[in-house]
């Protein structure tokens, strides 16, 4: 796993010719900010931290967790469970080399933000009738009977806040490593908006390849836009 802020999104060419839209994220490197394990937590997991946190802004809760385990101070953090046979160290340092080209991702992040919707936007409500005098048009129709049970009831579709939900996005194709800039290029689109923090990790319904080093002739800096993954 590896967390990353999203840059944007642009488009590469296959060695085929053939155009595929990527979404560039700039992630890592991480640390590893805590090891936890069945006898001391009663559950084996893996804290890793991304992003370098000011020391004057840092309470003395969150430095004496890091003094304890050896590692810088870090803005983001984020748990997760290590597959059988992967160890880790505190202060081990995680980057983009670490995955693999062609493997699939899934990525969790939050998603855009939409305001207070009507039911039609928010859950593909039909229209009302829009001729002969109806006033109808966009509102939302029955919601219940009058006589019984009187009432709506909780967790009826209707209009309210819709968006900047925790979106996983899964079996997300990673087409490009570049690590002289940290950059993942995966295929297609991730949630949220650009800047945003994403949690990236192989896809739980495909098999993940072991981790190595990225191998020759993937996706270099040259074949990204500069004024988008620089």
Not at 96 to 111: E, H, I, K, Q, R
Request: charged share 20%; glycine share 14%.
């Amino acid at each position: 796993m590896i967390l990353g802020k999203k840059v944007g999104m642009t488009q590469i060419f296959s060695d085929e010719g053939n155009l595929i839209p990527v979404t560039v994220v700039e992630a890592g490197p991480v640390t590893v900010t805590q090891v936890k394990t069945i006898q001391s937590d009663g559950y084996n997991a893996v804290q890793i931290g991304f992003g370098d946190l000011k020391e004057n802004r840092a309470n003395k809760p969150t430095k004496g967790h890091f003094e304890k385990w050896g590692a810088p101070l870090k803005k983001h953090l984020a748990e997760f469970r290590p597959a059988e046979g992967e160890t880790y160290e505190p202060g081990q340092v995680v980057t983009v080399s670490d995955f693999v080209v062609g493997s699939y991702l899934d990525v969790t992040g939050v998603s855009k933000g939409k305001g207070t919707q009507g039911n039609i936007k928010r859950h593909g409500h039909h229209r009302g009738p829009m001729t002969h005098g109806s006033k109808h048009k966009r509102l939302a129709g029955a919601l219940a009977a009058g006589t019984y049970p009187s009432r709506v009831f909780k967790g009826n579709a209707g209009p309210g806040r819709m968006g900047r939900e925790i979106v996983t996005v899964q079996n997300l194709e990673l087409v490009g490593v570049v690590p002289e800039r940290n950059a993942l290029l995966i295929k297609g689109a991730t949630p949220g908006r650009r800047g945003g923090l994403l949690k990236i990790r192989y896809a739980i319904k495909k098999e993940a390849p072991a981790p190595v080093a990225a191998p020759e002739g993937q996706a270099g800096a040259d074949e990204v836009p500069a004024g988008v993954a620089g």
